[in-house]
């Protein structure tokens, strides 16, 4: 079973804020700013939008990167023992 998908990996990557993170919550993905989120869960946190864009070729992602990117990251939620 997949916890992050291509459509939370695109959240991340559109979200406004410069310092977007996503967060894994009771079974979600959840992209705040990364000064919204508190201690209880900064072990939660599954990526932050700056540590992806080293893994972006191009001007525009296509679904195929998110879909790389989503699965890397659901490697994560995985590892965090969700």
């Given at each position: 079973m997949a916890f992050i998908d291509r459509?939370?990996?695109r959240h991340l990557l559109e979200a406004p804020d410069p310092d977007a993170t996503?967060?894994?919550v009771r079974?979600?993905?959840v992209v705040l700013p990364?000064?919204?989120?508190?201690?209880?869960h900064r072990g939660?946190?599954?990526a932050r939008r700056?540590?992806?864009?080293?893994?972006?070729?191009?001007?525009?992602?296509?679904d195929q990167q998110l879909?790389?990117?989503a699965e890397r990251l659901d490697n994560v939620v995985h590892d965090l023992g969700a």
């Open positions: 459509e939370c990996v996503l967060v894994f079974g979600e993905c990364d000064a919204e989120i508190d201690d209880a939660l946190v599954i700056r540590d992806l864009t080293a893994h972006i070729h191009g001007d525009t992602i296509t879909d790389l990117l």
